[in-house]
């Protein structure tokens, strides 16, 4: 069987949900949300923060603003310092 390559988007989820790095996400309509992604599939987001998950779906998200580097692939932080 062919191995199914991620795209840039699951990668990057995956990166801020192992890492636990808090984000903000914008909605299209102006709403702001923080908190740390748990999970995420080809539709929704699940978003936690004070104890109270919200599950918000990917059609409404406009921006996703990590609030420290997110790191994708393996090695990456060390080739930027070389």
């Known amino acids: 069987m062919a191995e199914r390559s991620q795209n840039l988007q699951d990668l990057f989820l995956n990166s801020v949900r192992k ?11 102006g709403v702001k949300l923080t908190g740390v992604v748990t999970s995420f599939d080809n539709f929704c987001v699940l978003l936690r923060r004070d104890g109270h998950s919200q599950l918000v779906y990917k059609h409404a998200i406009s921006t996703i603003m990590p609030s420290q580097p997110v790191q994708m692939f393996d090695g990456e932080e060390s080739s930027r310092e070389s």
């Not at 890492?19 to 309509?29: E, V, W």
């Open 19 to 29: 890492s636990k790095n808090p984000l903000t996400i914008f909605l299209i309509n």
